[in-house]
Antibody, heavy 119, light 108 residues
Framework: EVLLVESGGGLIQPGGSLRLSCAASGFTVSSNYMTWVRQAPGKGLEWVSIIYSGDSVYYADSVKGRFTISRDNSKNTLYLQMNSLRPEDTAVYFC?????????????WGQGTKVTVSS | EIVMTQSPATLSVSPGERVTLSCRASQSVRSNLLAWYQQKPGQAPRLLIYGASTRATGIPARFSGSGSGTEFIFTISSLQSEDFAVYYCQQYNNWPLTFGGGTKVEIK
């Protein structure tokens, strides 16, 4: 069974850093596109970042230069390192995976971890 | 960036009715690289449709998708009580990946 479990969210002051984790089971993160999507309170879905074959990565312009996506294949875990956090980064962050050998739509999602950036 | 525009923003519907949602792209989405998701309050999104018209595993036949280029349609043939939710389209043709703003389907 495919399962994604995020952790690492919390309350952080503007300018601070946070690292989110997404522990995967039932498949290997190295074999799939893996992505982060966020949802600000009461708002829609916003794609944040993706990692795929050969550790190629893409970022939304809103987080480029501040966030870093990575994965640890030995732990089967996806990460999102978030630096220089801003109040507008406040959101629930979901990790999600793409089915093997497919282009990036997302068939399994985690339950989300909440990040609040506030002083 | 491909901007995805969904309409209407909110739809008030009675159970049993047919529902049609629109998703328009600011530029052509080649090879119909478009997905639809359902999201209920406090839950993660759920994949319903990919490739514009292919139902994901386990998705009931009352859900369907169609369209090409810049115009896509999502249909629920007969709305069930469990279908009241927000629906999002997402293009995966270009970077950055983009979602529409969502359509909330609420009880009339």
């Amino acid at each position: 069974e495919v399962l994604l479990v995020e952790s690492g969210g919390g309350l952080i002051q503007p300018g601070g850093s946070l690292r989110l984790s997404c522990a995967a089971s039932g498949f290997t993160v190295s074999s799939n596109y893996m992505t982060w999507v966020r949802q600000a309170p009461g708002k829609g879905l916003e794609w944040v970042s993706i990692i795929y074959s050969g550790d190629s990565v893409y970022y939304a312009d809103s987080v480029k230069g501040r966030f870093t996506i990575s994965r640890d294949n030995s732990k089967n875990t996806l990460y999102l390192q978030m630096n220089s956090l801003r109040p507008e980064d406040t959101a629930v962050y979901f990790c999600a995976r793409t089915p093997p050998a497919e282009l990036p739509y997302f068939d399994y999602w985690g339950q989300g971890t909440k990040v609040t950036v506030s002083s | 960036e491909i901007v995805m525009t969904q309409s209407p923003a909110t739809l008030s519907v009675s159970p049993g009715e047919r529902v049609t949602l629109s998703c328009r792209a600011s530029q052509s989405v080649r090879s119909n690289l478009l997905a639809w998701y359902q999201q209920k309050p406090g839950q993660a999104p759920r994949l319903l449709i990919y490739g514009a018209s292919t139902r994901a595993t386990g998705i009931p036949a009352r859900f369907s998708g169609s369209g090409s280029g810049t115009e896509f349609i999502f249909t629920i043939s007969s709305l069930q009580s469990e279908d009241f939710a927000v629906y999002y389209c997402q293009q995966y043709n270009n970077w950055p990946l983009t979602f529409g703003g969502g359509t909330k389907v609420e009880i009339k």
